[in-house]
């Protein structure tokens, strides 16, 4: 290996929305080029003009802005380059590395038959005649070692042995003259300077291809890192039943980025035991050679405990705008004005929630308009006796001067001793009255949550005759 400054990339296929797994591989190629100082490029391939579509690009584009995985450079994008691969396979003609194969569709077919009978790959009969008949369709194929062994020096799995004579003349030219993929890749990698290839090991096949190629070329051969898949819960290939597959299933369902970011790399890759690490811890210690070569699983128990980690740690102007989001897509109202009781409540309420949509929820209670609709679960609590106690709790907090969480907790202690019964007594109607029915924190942080004017008029709704 060369000590060229390394550059990693993500090659993503813009032909649907953008998996998981390709997060994963993105995120793997950003942890290292971050680790050594390098950069990491994306590239749009999108040379399957029929696959590739428009929205799944910019689905890309958002995933990677989602996940704050920025590449150093703007996106190549591969199906604009087609003359630079055209150029590359007129150099592998004119060394004789490649060779231009007028079989037509049914000598191909027939020809299949007899290699698969014979355990052997395709073979052209054009590969050593160095025909070049202008006006005849054809093919322009590879001419690949047929002695031999090509050796992958995988940084995952290991030392990954090839037999020469099993892999085929692989086309570069289609008979439109457009590249294929192999011949592509390989091409745009080059001239990107990649120095290392991180990618699924359902690319690993095309490696031993690719090196080939490489090598005919007379160019460095990238380090090759095959990652495994992400598997179900269950072992099995990842899949809608799973729950998600989707980068932006994971924001819709409530993930902070930096939390998918933290769990994603532990997805085939550790640090000792860390659970929960930061993206300098990430960057300082991740190496591509300590990712495991077995699948890995997607745990949604990890994911969730990482992610209420985070909405621990979020800031809070950050939360309240997200909260808002996630009320706003379910045609819940959301105004400005709310902005105020959502600073006050969330603090009191993202520890018990595992994603945005469960904060959601959990201010709820908060933003109801008044007068609340009380269930007749609270009610039935308002007997004369509980309605002349929280009448009296209402003049009691009306006095109260300090709207903090440990003053009314003792303004609350106080006043149940004052009436000379337990707390018990007083605060399920009164949280019933606060909330109506829907989950809020404790008592005081109730309070907190709703402020001063709201509790009071909360209770007052609940208190006054018509209730
Ligand atoms: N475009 C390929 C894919 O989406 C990736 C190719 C590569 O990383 O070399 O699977």
Redo the contacts with the bound molecule.
Sequence with gaps: MSDRPVVT?????P?GYMHIG?AR?ALFNWLYAKRTGGKFLL?I?DTDRERSTLPAVQAIFDGMDWLGLIPDEEPVF?AARADRHVIAAQELLAKGRAYRCYMTADELTAEREIARAEGRAVQSPWRDQDANFNDRPHVVRFKSPREGETVIHDRVKGDVTFKNKDLDDLIILRTDGTPT?NLA?IVD?HEMGVTH????D??LN?AAR?TLIYEALGWEVPVWAHLPMIHGPDGAKLSKRHGAQAVSEFDDMGYLPEAMRNYLARLGWGHGDDEIFSDEQAQSWFDVTDVVSAPARLDWAKLNHINNHYLRLADIDRLVALTQRVRASRGEPVHDADSAILHRTIPLVRDGAKTLLELADAVIFALKPRPLELPEKVTGMLNEETRARLTRLRENLAGQADWEVPALEAALRGFAESEGVGLGKIGPALRGVLSGGASAPDLAGALVSLGKAESLGRLDDALSPAA
């Design positions: 990339r993500i090659a993503p296929s032909t390709t591989t590239r391939e591969q993929y890749v990698d290839v991180i990618r699924g359902d690319h095309n690719q």
